[in-house]
């Protein structure tokens, strides 16, 4: 167990504390001395762990899921669960950091990162959703939800005081939601706009942004009625300036892959970056988590100054759509054996900078800037989408386009054909459509997908 | 005459209609259905409101293939299908398209509308909650920024009085298609569910002072209702004009529909708006606040599943009939619950499943066979 808890960036000292801990987590999920050694393999087959910022993240991403199963051992007796919320973590780094009886739980990525990428034992989880309302397949309803019901149903995370998702681009979350309460009395709580846009008012969202900020502080309502706990403007303001250096931390992560030649570390470590982002962390998490990226990023620049990387120098360059595969490394790790370079993927493009302030209303109120995020390209109506997609891919000078096509997910699923039409109407690059499911370890076919990747790469025709 | 032909002699006469209105200046304004869109501000503008609800068609559907996926339900990408072959005169004829964004198929019609056809698509945004000022005050708003864009396209005022004029209106064809709808409750005289269904359906284009007229004849001469079938409710999330095979199948069989609880294409006329006070806030508390919701609003399953426990009660329902649009992902995920909930109530339940495509096959009407003679016990003369 020590030996496994370094490839987490445990040093010895805190291996050893932490050992007693981790131990009671994997009786709690079910995880077996067996399941560790296949899962040392798995980390040292797919990922860098040779670099101590790789492992400072699997270190964080494990924290969590060991906070989240011992979130009332730890003495959290109400506990909110959070899915599907950009924005809310937000707001469970300000309970977090403020009480000490209630906590926040956005379970869902860093448990695909761990019992999905690492332990490779995920889908019991997806199966157990399935014996429910939620139908098997890739089409009927998405792993996201899925991973929600399996988990709740499995105990493999608190059964929740409160749940609380968002509706931006979905109407499958919030209904989950609605029937968890019908069927496990469990309270439900959403965040939601009005997603109207028109694109005639692009860039402007402010409709939007207004409505979902009034929609968040009504949620921080619901909170102060399930918990008790009341969070503050102040404390938002405190958690957003906090947040601030791990958005920094992380930009630089991503400038230094969309400008690496060749990409200094696997794709299959991008997904890791969804499942940091979403943590509800406390001040000293964030910490933990800024010194990782800075950790890592430090290593990556050291990497492309050498000129070593996961792909070949001159490698085609390709944006992601939708992001990378959570529960499976084996998709990254094909792309990039097949001498494939994934530089960034389109949630990136933003219509306006939320840092500019451009898009905020009413400058003193902490829900507004929290909502900045919606200006991103996914929530964009379809012709906004295509032109924020077509200029980030020209920004980028990328050579093709993955299309994760995210079956589950009309919200994604339903451009696919015309996004992927206007990029190669307009930019002369090919696209790559993957019928997926971004969650579900079953939709990966390794015939199917490497013959399709070798195709790919050819058309991009890089002579490497 | 029969109710088909009847209906049939109504929607031809409103396309030439439309013709005649639009050579003459006035303009028309295409809506997609679901109910949150308040047609009398589009009456009250002096357009011709018309609610585009084509469906039933597999090649309007399949049409959208080529720039939209399979995953979207039939019904939005027949709604794209009929923008791409512009050979429905209703659909060539708007000159507004106003499209709710209730789900997020209804939001890609809205979005592959903007697309393709440019800035004449409005997008009434519809709040999934409504029990905070700001929801209510968002969708006051939007329905004001509609009225400002009926009266830019239109060059006419949108007053208080002629709302209110349109509202007595359409209250008085949604108050006949309810006395319809009730005359299948018990024994005596009755309508067919098909005859009622197209008669609803006919009401969403045409004329509403016509068809509230044709509907008040419809009720003076209705047959003796059957007696001795299985009595059927229908629910689910869409049953537009043209989708017809479900309730052809059920008749074929020996089962009476005699009550619909639909979302999109079927008008709601279960409430009226209110007359009293000021008439775009009647509006607001008729097509948000007192509808009942939909399945993509919050909360909705319990409201729903208490409504169709007081059909099945009111309309001595024996068995339900899910008709379920594929990859309608949020009522497949309601449908589950409430499959369960009425089968633990002791009513048997049928879900059939459509992408357009002929339902009328061996299998569909043995299944449906199987599900009527459960409910009589035994083999029913069809």
Redesign the interface.
Known sequence: MLEFLAMFGFDDDEARAQEARVREVFNRLGLTDEDIQRAKVRMNTYYDMELRGVRKLFGIILKDVCNTVMMRDDGREKVIHVCMSPGLNIMGSAIMDNCSDVGMICPNMTYMSILGGVFGKYTPILEAAEKE???SGA???CGMVKSRVGLIGLGLIPKPDLTMTT?Y????S???N??LE??YGIP?C?V?T???????EYPDSR?ITV?AA??MR?AAGCIERVTGFRITDDMVWKALKLRKTLDEAMERYRRVMRESDPIPFRSTHLSMWMAVDLIPYTEEGIAEAVDAFTVLCDELEERRSRGVGATPKGAPRVLSMFPYHHTDPRWEALANEKGIAIVAFDFEAMAIDPSSGAGIVDPNDPYEVVAQHLHSSFTQ???AR?RLVLDLCRRLGVDGVFYH?H??C??A??????VR?AIIKELGIPVLMLEWDNFDPRSYNHQQYEAKLETFRSMMGAGV | MTIETKVDELLLHRQEELENAKSAGKKVVGYFPGGYVPEELIYAAGAIPICLSHGGDARTADEALSIMPHVICPFARAQVGEMMLKTNPFYTAVDLVVVPSTCQHMKKIGDFWEYYEGPKVFKLGVPYEHDKDFEVQYFRDRLVALKERLETLTGNTVTDDRLAEAIVVYDRLRSLLKALSLTRRGAGRAIGALDFVRLNHASLYADPVVMADTLEAVLEGLPEAAPGRPRVLLTGPNLVLGDYDVLALADEVGAEVVIEEIFEGVRDYWQTIDQTGDPLDALVRGYLIEKRPAAFMRGSTSKRLEFIRSLIEGFEVQGVLWYQLLCCEFYDEEGSYIETALRDDGIPVLVVESDYHSLDSGQMKTRLAAFVETMAGGPVDA
């Open positions: 309302w939620l139908k089409v009927a309803h509706g681009a979905c109407e499958t919030p209904k989950v609605e029937l019908e069927v439900a959403y939601d009005c997603p109207d846009r028109e694109l005639s409709r409505f009034k929609s009504a109506p379809l012709g295509v096509n079956l589950g009309r919200y699923a339903g451009d696919a054909l015309v039409d």
